[in-house]
């Protein structure tokens, strides 16, 4: 072997070897470290808390609470639902808006 290639695989070896100890480092200190989240002021905002019923063992209460989630989801499909509504109502009146103006019809 030449030089050259002895102090390549000296550089690469350094190299695996630094970034182990980096993943080493990142496994046992990453719980320390402290994770900015840019997304989450924006959904505590919007985050509603969840409370869960309290576990009775009633039927009655266990209906009870599927029926409320139930609702919950139906009243999220209708919200859905209204925007896209809102969205196709635009879209026809751009379409609208983009036709010219017969004025013989006038």
């Known amino acids: ?6 102090q390549m695989l000296l550089i690469m070896a350094v190299a695996a070897v630094g970034l182990g ?3 080493v480092y990142y496994l046992i200190f990453s719980e320390d470290l402290p994770i900015i989240d840019i997304s ?3 959904e505590q ?3 509603e808390y969840i409370v869960t019923p309290r576990a009775t063992g ?14 919950d989801e139906k009243m999220l499909l209708l919200e859905e639902e209204e925007d896209i509504n809102l969205i196709i109502s635009d879209d026809e009146e751009i ?3 983009d036709q010219s103006i017969n004025e013989d019809e006038l």
Not at 1 to 6: G, N, R, V
Not at 58 to 71: P, R, S, T
Request: hydrophobic fraction near 45%; charged fraction near 40%.
């Open 58 to 71: 009633d039927v009655g209460d266990i209906v009870n609470a599927l029926m409320k989630e139930l609702l």
């Open 21 to 23: 100890a980096l993943c």
């Open 40 to 42: 989450q002021g924006i």
């Open 1 to 6: 072997m030449k030089i050259k290639d002895i």
């Open 45 to 47: 905002e919007e985050e």
């Open 95 to 97: 379409k609208e808006f």
